[in-house]
Antibody, heavy 121, light 108 residues
Framework: QVQLQESGPGLVKPSETLSLTCAVS?????????WGWIRQPPGKGLEWIGS???????YYNPSLKSRVTISVDTSKNQFSLKLSSVTAADTAVYYC??????????????WGQGTLVTVSS | SYVLTQPPSVSVAPGQTARITCGGN??????VHWYQQKPGQAPVLVVY???DRPSGIPERFSGSNSGNTATLTISRVEAGDEADYYC???????????FGTGTKVTVL
C-alpha cells in the first residue's frame, strides 16, 4: 500500500521560501505515476499547486507558477515543494499525493496526512 | 480559467439520499472525480472517472456526469457520511487540476 508523509518547517517567515518534502513508501517513484502537492487554507477549500512525473516533467498551477518549484529525488524515493516569497495567504495545510488515471482523467488516489505551514514573523 | 461550482451545503436525514452537484462549462466532456474530507483528515477519493468507485468505497456512493453538471449521489445516508465533498477535473485548456468549491453534507 502506498504511503506518503509530508515533512518540513511548520513556521515560515514572510518573504522567505517554504520547503516541504514528501517521503513515499510502498511504491517506487521511478516506476511511474505523477506526484503532486495540494494545499488547503484554514477553513477553506482545496487548491492544486502542481504535479511532477518521475522523469521530472512538471505541471504547475498558473496562479502560483512564478513562485513554485517541484522536484523529485528517485534515489531517496521522495519529492519536494518549494514556494518562494511567501505571505500570510500561503498559510495552509499542505498535502502531497500520488495521482492515478491517464491523460485528462487524472485524479488524486493516495494522500499524505497533511502538514500545517503557518507564515508569520 | 475553468471554474467548478458546488452548493455550500446539503442537509439530509439518515437513510435518505443526498445529491451533491458540481457545475462547470461542458463538464460532461471531462472526467470528474469526487473526494470526501472529514474534519482534521486528508481527503479520500470516493468516485473517479465520473462513476467508478475505488476499492473499499461503499456502493452507496455513485456518480454521474452530463451536460454542465456532475452529481455525486449518496444513498441510504449514514451519520458517518457527514463531511465536506469536493469535485475535481483536469482542465486541458490550461493544463491544470481544478477543485470544486466544496459542499458540506450535514446528516440531520
Amino acid at each position: 500500500q502506498v504511503q506518503l508523509q509530508e515533512s518540513g518547517p511548520g513556521l515560515v517567515k514572510p518573504s522567505e521560501t517554504l520547503s516541504l518534502t514528501c517521503a513515499v513508501s510502498g511504491y517506487s517513484i521511478s516506476s511511474g505515476y505523477y506526484w503532486g502537492w495540494i494545499r488547503q487554507p484554514p477553513g477553506k477549500g482545496l487548491e492544486w499547486i502542481g504535479s511532477i512525473y518521475h522523469s521530472g516533467s512538471t505541471y504547475y498551477n498558473p496562479s502560483l507558477k512564478s513562485r513554485v518549484t517541484i522536484s523529485v529525488d528517485t534515489s531517496k524515493n521522495q519529492f519536494s515543494l518549494k514556494l518562494s516569497s511567501v505571505t500570510a495567504a500561503d498559510t495552509a495545510v499542505y498535502y502531497c499525493a500520488r495521482l492515478s488515471g491517464v491523460a485528462a482523467a487524472v485524479y488524486f488516489q493516495h494522500w499524505g496526512q497533511g502538514t500545517l505551514v503557518t507564515v508569520s514573523s | 480559467s475553468y471554474v467548478l461550482t458546488q452548493p455550500p451545503s446539503v442537509s439530509v436525514a439518515p437513510g435518505q439520499t443526498a445529491r451533491i452537484t458540481c457545475g462547470g462549462n461542458n463538464i460532461g466532456s471531462k472526467s470528474v472525480h469526487w473526494y470526501q474530507q472529514k474534519p482534521g483528515q486528508a481527503p479520500v477519493l470516493v468516485v473517479y472517472d465520473d462513476s467508478d468507485r475505488p476499492s473499499g468505497i461503499p456502493e452507496r456512493f455513485s456518480g454521474s456526469n452530463s451536460g454542465n453538471t456532475a452529481t455525486l449521489t449518496i444513498s441510504r445516508v449514514e451519520a458517518g457520511d457527514e463531511a465536506d465533498y469536493y469535485c475535481q477535473v483536469w482542465d486541458s485548456s490550461s493544463d491544470r487540476n481544478v477543485f470544486g468549491t466544496g459542499t458540506k453534507v450535514t446528516v440531520l
